[in-house]
C-alpha cells in the first residue's frame, strides 16, 4: 500500500474509534445532564394516598420526551423519568412519546429563532440513521421507529396504541394483566413536515397521533408562544389541520401563540388537546394558557394536560402542578382535565414517574374528591382516546 493511502487508512479507523468511543459515552452524560430530578425515588406518601393510587385504573401522561435521548426505555435507568419497567411499576396504563426534531441553541422562552439547531449533534453522537441527521421528517420518522423497536423486543410488555380498537383490546389484556404499559406517538412542531403536507400521510403511517404546530419557534404553519413573529395560522397551517383532523390527528395547541391558538380554535372541528401546559391564573409566563382558551379547549371537548415543572405552574413542586389542576377544574369542570408531565423535555422535574402517588396527595389536600382525582390522573384521557383515535 503507497504511504498517503496508509496515513489515511489510519486517520480514518482513528476517527472512526473515536466516534464510536463519543457515541457510547456522551448521549447517555447529555441525557442524565438535562434531565433532572429534584427529589429521586423510592417515594413515599400517606396510606391513604397510596391506597387511591392503587385502586386507579387508568393512570396516563400527555406528554414526555424521552425519545429524544435514545434510552433504552427497555431498562430500568437510574436518570431521566420514563421507561417501560418504571411505567409498569407506576402503574401507568398510557404515557404520550411526543418528538422533537429541531431546537434553537440558546433556548428561551421569550424570542427564538430557527436559525441554529441544537439537535444535529445529539443524532450524528447518538448513531442514528444517517438520514435522519440533516432532515427533520426523518428524524421524526427514526424516533418512530425506535419506539416500535422497543414494542418488538418488550415481550408483549408495551404496546403502540394507534386507534380505538387497538386501545379497546389493550385494556381487556390489562384486565388480566397489570404488568403490561402503552404509549402513543406525537410531535413536538410541525417542522417536521419539512413543509410538505404529505409528510402528515408519512407520519400517520408511522404511528403518530398528535401533533402540534409548533415548538420554540416559528415555522411554516405559524407562530409560536417563544418566536418572533407571534403570529396566526398561515394557508399552510390550515391546510394541515384539516388534513390532520380528517385524519382523527390530535391537534396539540401546546407552545402555540396567542394568535395561533386563536386561529387553530376558529378553523376546528374536532377536540382540542393542549399536551403539556400550564395556566394564566396561577403563573403568568407565555407558555401558559389564558382563561378564554382554558374554556375554548373544554367546550371543543378536549383535554388540558398539566405539566409539572417550573415554566408551566411557577414553582417546580407537585403543589403547584395540583394547584393549576384546580384551577382547571373549577373553571371548566373535571372532565377535562389531565396530567401532561413533560418528563424527560429537558427539565427539572420534581420526581420520576414513579412518583406520580405524590400528585395524588396534593390533590387530596385539595380537597378533590376520589373520583375526579382518578378522571384527572388519566379517567379522562382514557375516554377521550377512545371517543377521539382512528377507528
Ligand atoms: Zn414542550
New binding site residues.
Given amino acids: 500500500m503507497k504511504r498517503p493511502k496508509k496515513i489515511a487508512l489510519i486517520i480514518i479507523s482513528i476517527l472512526l474509534t473515536l466516534y464510536f468511543i463519543a457515541s457510547v459515552i456522551v448521549p447517555k452524560k447529555v441525557d442524565a445532564k438535562y434531565n433532572t430530578i429534584t427529589l429521586k425515588p423510592p417515594y413515599k406518601v400517606s396510606a391513604k394516598a397510596q391506597e387511591l393510587y392503587n385502586s386507579l385504573d387508568f393512570i396516563a401522561d400527555m406528554?414526555c420526551?424521552a425519545l429524544l435521548w435514545k434510552r433504552n426505555l427497555l431498562k430500568k435507568n437510574d436518570f431521566g423519568s420514563v421507561d417501560i419497567p418504571r411505567m409498569i411499576e407506576a402503574n401507568v396504563s398510557l404515557q404520550a412519546f411526543?418528538i422533537?426534531t429541531k431546537a434553537p441553541k440558546k433556548m428561551n422562552f421569550d424570542n427564538n429563532t430557527d436559525e441554529t439547531d441544537a439537535i444535529t449533534l445529539p443524532y450524528i453522537l447518538q448513531r442514528r440513521p444517517i438520514n435522519s441527521w440533516f432532515n427533520l421528517t426523518n428524524r421524526a420518522l427514526a424516533q418512530c421507529e425506535a419506539l416500535h423497536e422497543f414494542e418488538n423486543e418488550s415481550k408483549e410488555t408495551f404496546k403502540i396504541i394507534k386507534s380505538v380498537s387497538d386501545l379497546e383490546q389493550y385494556l381487556a389484556n390489562r384486565k388480566k394483566n397489570k404488568n403490561i404499559t402503552a404509549g402513543f406517538l406525537g410531535i413536538?412542531g410541525m417542522h417536521a413536515l419539512n413543509g410538505k403536507l404529505e409528510n402528515v400521510d408519512k407520519l400517520y403511517d408511522a404511528g403518530v397521533r398528535m401533533m402540534?404546530p409548533v415548538?420554540?419557534f416559528d415555522n411554516k404553519l405559524g407562530g409560536s408562544a417563544h418566536g418572533v413573529s407571534k403570529e396566526g395560522l398561515t394557508d399552510f397551517g390550515k391546510q394541515v389541520i384539516k388534513k390532520m383532523q380528517a385524519k382523527n390527528m390530535i391537534v396539540d395547541i401546546?407552545?402555540s401563540s396567542p394568535k395561533l391558538l386563536d386561529d387553530i380554535f376558529e378553523i376546528s372541528t374536532k377536540p382540542i388537546v393542549s399536551?403539556?401546559t400550564g395556566v394564566q391564573g396561577t403563573c403568568q409566563t407565555v407558555?401558559n394558557l389564558s382563561d378564554k382558551h382554558l374554556k375554548q379547549i373544554a367546550e371543543s371537548g378536549g383535554l388540558i394536560s398539566v405539566a409539572m415543572f417550573e415554566p408551566a405552574t411557577c414553582n417546580n413542586t407537585p403543589a403547584s402542578t395540583a394547584k393549576a389542576i384546580k384551577y382547571c377544574i373549577d373553571l371548566v369542570g373535571v372532565d377535562y382535565v389531565a396530567l401532561g408531565s413533560?418528563f424527560d423535555?429537558a427539565i427539572e422535574i420534581h420526581t420520576d414517574i414513579t412518583g406520580l402517588p405524590i400528585y395524588v396527595e396534593e390533590l387530596l389536600k385539595l380537597n378533590i374528591s376520589k373520583e375526579d382525582i382518578s378522571k384527572v390522573m388519566g379517567g379522562n384521557v382514557k375516554r377521550f382516546m377512545l371517543k377521539n383515535l382512528p377507528r
Avoid: A, L, Q
Wanted: charge should be negative; charged fraction near 25%.
Fill in positions: 406528554h420526551d411526543t422533537v413536538e402540534s415548538h420554540f401546546s407552545h399536551s403539556h407558555r413533560d423535555g
